[in-house]
């Protein structure tokens, strides 16, 4: 079964229902997964339109009685498979949703097409406006929130939404004629694009994750390669120079390209340089880290295209700290450093934190069994005392602890894990919640992960 459509086999699809919507006007639409995006998404389509949304899980009631004022019905079942019949025009799921999906199945085998809220949205925008999509395995949301704290301190009209938590289809009606709308965008979004296009596109980087969503490595890169779907010649796409995969999946793309840690953006005498220019003294910028300043040359050749304001991209990164939930620092006391890196849901991201201390460390591992190699982490772990295993992958991380020769514990919680570190832990230490894992066996999402990490603390 192909795990997403073609732009011709979508359009094929559209013209045997009976044409393509630009707008989604008069239409029967089927939304798999309410959550924000589905909901929003059916708040904008709600007029002219015949909408039913469906959810396993209990909605907040003032979601559901607002959908129901505006005459979507508004369904939560164990079973939406018997709302889906040949009637329906499209299928709106939510990017969470996998493709295997029995719903989605029946979709595919009824020709109605599969998108979801963000390619629903694009068709809202006003035009000539101008969209920046940022993806990756990591950083983006770094890259994506950085970017958007410059332009807003050199008063560029920018909108900020998309997978770091805004829908798109809560803030169209916002956006005006020549505004720039900036989204990251993750692979899960990306999978059911058709028409989305954007003018600059952002890859910081690929490594394997996911694999259990798109079923491999090779099927979770083509969907990558989406963020330059229908680019020309007079588009851009910004790649990171140290990552050959991103480089070689992107090799056929028409985009004009540019490359940062490469030929447009690199480090030199300390201080970061754009297309020969000095931007920025590395001892100017708070976050620190090879894998951050990435993230900002990624940003300054974003920035590039709308004016290098020294004095903005100073005043900002001079004061931001990083982003929650990534290898944030929650609290120091006694001496101790406790830092929050839940967004670290890969062993690649895990590396990038271990990467960043010397300092002895405690470090906490596991969560949901995604078949992640643990191993990948063996030559960075010089600086780690004791390996703390939690989640369902907390056999196999005992097991690589005792490969590598480190102390482990392994308990299922979080808070029965906190118990032990706080026995353990001694000035000087620092207390590191990298996972390497998704936190969906235990949470509903990496946040609430990291918000009972500081809680516990």
């Known amino acids: 079964m192909l795990l997403f459509l073609t732009p011709k086999e979508f359009f094929a699809i559209m013209l045997k229902k009976g044409g393509i919507f630009k707008m989604y006007q008069n239409k029967k639409i089927f939304i798999l997964g309410m959550a924000k995006s589905g909901y929003e998404c059916a708040k904008l389509l709600a007029k002219n339109n015949h909408i039913v ?7 907040p009631q003032k979601n559901i009685e607002e959908l129901k004022q505006l005459n979507v019905r508004v369904e939560i079942t164990q079973n939406p498979l018997e709302l889906l019949d040949e009637t329906f025009d499209v299928v709106i799921k939510n990017p969470g949703i996998i493709m295997t999906h029995p719903l989605i199945e029946k979709a595919l085998q009824l020709n109605i097409p599969i998108v979801n809220e963000m390619e629903v949205a694009y068709h809202y925008l006003p035009e000539d406006v101008k969209i920046i999509g940022i993806t990756g395995s990591n950083g983006k949301t770094t890259t994506t929130t ?11 009209p920018v909108h900020l939404g998309g997978n770091i938590g805004y829908p798109l289809s809560s803030i169209v009606a916002k956006i005006k004629k020549g505004d720039i709308v900036l989204l990251e965008i993750s692979d899960h979004q990306l999978l059911n694009f058709q028409d989305f296009k954007t003018d600059i596109s952002v890859l910081t980087n690929l490594c394997p994750t996911h694999l259990d969503f798109h079923g491999s490595y090779e099927a979770y890169k083509k969907v990558k390669q989406k963020i330059c779907a229908h680019h020309t010649k007079n588009d851009l796409a910004i790649l990171n120079a140290t990552n050959e995969e991103s480089i070689q999946e992107m090799k056929n793309i028409t985009s004009k390209i540019e490359y940062f840690a490469g030929q447009n953006a690199w480090i030199e005498n300390d201080a970061i340089f754009i297309n020969g220019e000095e931007i920025i003294k590395l001892q100017e910028i708070k976050l620190k880290g090879t894998h951050n300043y990435e993230n900002i040359m990624a940003c300054l050749l974003v920035i590039k295209e709308f004016g290098l304001n020294k004095e903005a991209i100073k005043k900002v990164l001079a004061n931001f700290g990083g982003v929650e939930h990534r290898l944030e620092l929650a609290k120091v006391s006694n001496g101790i450093a406790y830092y929050n890196d839940s967004k670290s849901t ?9 990467k960043s201390f010397e300092t ?12 992640q190699d643990f191993y990948d982490l063996k030559d960075y772990v010089s600086c780690v005392k004791h390996i703390y295993a939690i989640g369902e992958t907390r056999e196999r991380i005992a097991k690589f602890a005792q490969d590598m020769n480190i102390p482990y514990t392994s308990k299922e919680y979080l808070k029965e894990i906190m118990e032990d570190i706080k026995n353990d832990v ?21 946040e609430t992960r990291g918000d009972e990490f500081k809680k516990l603390i």
């Open 360 to 371: 002895p460390l405690l470090l906490i591992l596991g969560g949901m069994e995604r078949n």
């Open 426 to 446: 001694v000035s000087g230490d620092t207390v590191l919640l990298s996972p390497a894992s998704a936190s969906w066996d235990q949470y509903d999402k990496f």
């Open 346 to 354: 890969n062993p690649v991201s895990t590396i990038t934190a271990l």
């Open 146 to 156: 950085l970017i958007y704290e410059i332009m807003k301190e050199m008063n560029l």
């Open 53 to 59: 949304i469906t959810d396993v899980k209990e909605q």
